[in-house]
């Protein structure tokens, strides 16, 4: 650690809270990616379906390959703050208030995982219009618009486990809307509030984000089909400034997190896209 920085003890619980507040992308994504984000090419392991035939006594059966393969995932990103506390050094800076300056920033970065991989699974999933679904929402046929989304998905053979539908608040109020018709399993109690977490519908844990790319009204989804994994290159600290030429008396609050999205079956990714 560089001189000068103090490790922000404890620290790496409450950023995790932030973050899960924040951000939903690791509630609808394959988290088991191997490698160290930052630093190396971080891929998952695919595992195929293996091939059966007929075995014909004293004949035998021939032989057959694994198809099953590593997907490189490629898209990493690295955020940092470095957010000056003015007058403060870091034996004096007052621990609430480099705890909320934390908190404030890792919320940012939260919005900002969302982001950029909720762009990415929209643009990496198949466009649900070509699954005879993707008209405009309304509350008279969003369920039936839900529904041709879990046939599209129950098609592609998803899981049933696992799966997941992320809605714009607009779709969320359509399926709250007591004209829908339609009753979601809430049992999760403050995931509602702490998590976007919405209810269970059709088999699917639906989530709302503000997030969503332009023109995407929903993205049903199963776990196996996107990948996210992050972690951070500089843990948060506190860097102490005074004697650096420019500031006196001063510290900053610092981290660099980095971390690594995108899609490795595109067909467990169903995207609702606007006014078709």
Same mark, same amino acid.
């Given at each position: 650690m560089p001189t000068g920085a103090r490790q922000i003890v404890g620290f790496s619980q409450i950023s995790e809270q932030v973050l899960g507040?924040?951000? %939903? %992308?690791?509630?609808?994504?394959?988290? *088991?990616?191997? $490698? /160290?984000v930052g630093f190396e090419t971080v891929k998952v392991y695919v595992n195929d379906l293996a091939t059966i035939a007929d075995y014909v006594p004293g004949t035998g059966v021939s032989l057959s390959n694994d198809g099953s393969s590593y997907v490189d995932i490629n898209n990493t990103k690295e955020k940092a703050i470095n957010e000056l506390l003015d007058g403060y050094t870091v034996e004096t800076a007052p621990a609430d208030l480099v705890a909320s300056?934390?908190?404030?920033?890792?919320?940012?970065? +939260?919005?900002?995982?969302?982001?950029?991989?909720?762009?990415?699974?929209?643009?990496? +999933?198949?466009?649900?219009?070509?699954a005879g679904t993707g008209n405009a929402? /309304?509350?008279?046929? %969003?369920?039936?618009? %839900?529904?041709?989304?879990?046939?599209?998905?129950?098609?592609?053979?998803?899981?049933?486990a696992g799966r997941f539908l992320i809605v714009t608040p607009e779709v969320e109020n359509l399926l709250l809307d007591?004209?829908?018709?339609?009753?979601?399993?809430?049992?999760? +109690?403050d995931r509602i509030i702490? *998590? +976007?977490?919405? $209810?269970?519908?059709? $088999?699917?844990?639906?989530?709302?984000?503000?997030?969503?790319?332009?023109?995407?009204?929903?993205?049903a989804g199963q776990l196996r089909g996107f990948a996210f994994k992050e972690g951070w290159k500089i843990p948060p600290r506190r860097q102490n400034l005074d004697g650096s030429g420019t500031y006196i008396g001063d510290s900053a609050v610092q981290g660099r997190i980095a971390y690594v999205y995108g899609a490795v079956r595109p067909e467990l990714i169903q995207v609702h896209n606007g006014d078709q």
């Open positions: 507040q924040a951000s %939903i %992308i690791r509630n609808v994504a394959n988290t *088991e990616v191997e $490698g /160290t300056r934390l908190e404030a920033a890792l919320v940012k970065m +939260g919005e900002q995982i969302d982001t950029d991989a909720l762009a990415q699974i929209a643009a990496d +999933g198949t466009i649900a219009s070509a929402p /309304t509350v008279a046929n %969003i369920y039936d618009e %839900i529904l041709s989304l879990k046939l599209a998905l129950d098609n592609a053979k998803a899981p049933r007591t004209d829908s018709k339609i009753i979601l399993n809430t049992q999760r +109690g702490t *998590e +976007g977490f919405v $209810g269970d519908l059709l $088999g699917f844990s639906v989530y709302s984000t503000v997030l969503l790319p332009a023109g995407t009204n929903a993205i």
